[in-house]
């Protein structure tokens, strides 16, 4: 069971626009620390898609925005691709577990 | 260019113990630390540890103290992970990634190396 609770699946089309939330609790997300979020294709190592809530790194689509409120966060993605079919994990940090990096369970994006 | 480039895969017998290596190149190797993730076949990702690659200290997730130790070699910019004790559900892709400060964001990922355990 992940600290940080994200739905286990999500699905569109083509076009588009999905959502991926990521709730966590006082201890982490709502005690003010950042969310980040990261892609993972099928066999490959993840790969940062925001940094700190809502920074894209060079070379992220504007397709992809993140936004954090309270104790949740949010990954959505606009005009979907195929491509983008992949696992999305949230990230953040847990001052509970003895000062402890906590990732979301993952969200598996279907395109349908 | 940045990369983080692990050891090779890697099958262990229960009770084991394995050292997974990631060598880093194209930054300063003690500017930056070094975090440690698992992923089992199917599963998510857990968060194992970090360590201070200029200091050479670390801190380890709860579940994991008493069974992981991280070094580095500042000489060669290599870090190390070693899991002892292996058992079953020990089985999985281990990741490095460069973290700051033990905070996240992982701007880079090793390719990942697979450790099986098996009788």
């Known amino acids: 069971q992940s600290e940080l609770t994200q739905p286990p699946s999500v699905s569109g089309a083509p076009g588009q626009r999905v959502t991926i939330s990521c709730t966590g609790s006082?201890?982490?997300?709502?005690?003010?620390?950042?969310v980040h979020w990261y892609q993972q294709l099928p066999g490959t190592a993840p790969k940062l898609l925001i940094s700190?809530?809502?920074n894209r790194p060079s070379g992220v689509p504007d397709r992809f925005s993140g936004s954090k409120s309270g104790a949740s966060a949010s990954l959505a993605i606009t005009g979907l691709q195929a491509e983008d079919e992949a696992d999305y994990y949230c990230?953040?940090?847990?001052?509970?577990?003895?000062?402890?990096?906590?990732f979301g369970g993952g969200t598996k994006l279907t395109v349908l | 260019q940045v990369q983080l480039v692990q050891s090779g895969a890697e099958v262990k017998k229960p009770g084991a113990s394995v050292k997974v290596s990631c060598k880093a190149s194209?930054?300063?190797?003690?500017?930056?630390?070094i975090s440690w993730m698992r992923q089992a076949p199917g599963q998510g990702l857990e968060w194992m540890g970090w360590?201070?690659?200029?200091?050479?200290?670390?801190n380890f997730a709860e579940k994991l103290q008493g069974r992981v130790t991280m070094t580095r070699d500042t000489s060669t910019s290599t870090v190390y992970m070693e899991l002892r004790s292996l058992r079953s559900d020990d089985t999985a892709v281990y990741y490095c990634?460069?973290?700051?400060?033990?905070?996240?964001?992982?701007?880079?990922w090793g390719q990942g190396t697979l450790v099986t355990v098996s009788s």
């Open positions: 990634a460069r973290d700051t400060s033990g905070w996240g964001p992982m701007w880079y």
């Open positions: 194209g930054y300063t190797f003690i500017n930056f630390g």
């Open positions: 360590i201070n690659t200029y200091k050479g200290n670390s």
């Open positions: 006082s201890s982490n997300i709502g005690a003010g620390y950042d």
């Open positions: 700190a809530n809502s």
């Open positions: 990230q953040s940090y847990d001052r509970s577990l003895s000062g402890s990096v906590v």
